[in-house]
């Protein structure tokens, strides 16, 4: 099938090359279908000669997704990875296995996604609480890894920041196509809370206050929850 990896990447190029990139080649990708988006010309010095496309974007987080989408046309299926990603799995019983073929997985996720628009893995690395289901209801769409077809209409477009921008999208597409497809069988190896990347002196604030908006805005369907151990507030989709 016809998509490609855009990989947005800020101030991590151990980690990106140690992981993400180091994933993708383990799995058998095809290297020239993936393009890292950097923030600035100053990061692309400092992020050297990668063995993949760089092309320098916009800083931030849903700001660099927005420019990714308009650098590929309408109707490209793009998916989207995020820089710290060490394995993509798969349940297997009550264990989780690696993907060791990441190509075909990739086609099965875009040929899975159908009619809708977006299509991603379950949010948890672990197996007892994972299914061997794909699901079409408003279920969070992780922004670690997540598959789109391009769309560029402004039902769409994100509006409140970085800090809670997976469950913006998650909501925005549900919205607008009622289905966001989910491999409740696939997960992936990340740090979710790592320092680094987009990390910033402000972002517990920030992200307390757009979950406020989004649970003000759609309250239908979640409602913010408080994580002592990260002392950052989330979100919960609500059944």
């Known amino acids: 099938m016809d998509w490609v990896i855009a990989v947005p990447s800020y101030k991590r190029p151990d980690i990106l090359r140690k992981k993400t990139l180091r994933c993708l080649q383990d799995g058998g990708i095809d290297m020239s279908r993936v393009t890292v988006f950097l923030a600035n010309h100053e990061e692309a010095v400092a992020y050297g000669t990668l063995p993949v ?3 320098v974007g916009v800083p931030g987080l849903a700001a660099q997704r927005q420019y990714i989408q308009g650098h590929y046309p309408i ?7 995020d820089d710290d990603i060490s394995a993509v799995k798969q349940k297997h019983g009550d264990k989780m296995l690696p993907v060791t073929d990441l190509t075909k997985l990739f086609d099965g996720m875009f040929q899975i996604m159908g009619s809708a628009n977006i299509v991603g893995v379950y949010p948890a690395a672990n197996a007892r609480f994972m299914k061997d289901t794909v699901t079409r209801d408003c279920r969070y769409i992780i922004g670690a890894l997540y598959g789109i077809r391009n769309l560029w209409d402004d039902c769409r477009k994100l509006q409140y920041g970085d800090n809670q921008e997976d469950k913006e999208r998650t909501l925005r597409y549900w919205e607008a196509d009622g289905q966001v497809v989910r491999l409740n069988y696939i997960t992936i190896s990340t740090a979710y809370y790592a320092k680094g990347g987009m990390e910033s002196d402000t972002r517990k604030a ?6 406020s908006v989004i649970e003000k805005r759609w309250p239908k369907y979640v409602t913010r ?13 609500r059944r």
């Not at 109707?75 to 990875?81: A, D, H, S, V, Y």
């Not at 920030?206 to 979950?211: I, L, V």
Request: net charge negative.
């Open 53 to 55: 496309t760089t092309v």
């Open 225 to 237: 929850v408080y994580k002592e151990k990260q002392g950052i507030w989330d979100m919960r989709f």
């Open 75 to 81: 109707g490209q299926l793009i998916l989207f990875m």
């Open 206 to 211: 920030e992200t307390e206050h757009w979950t």
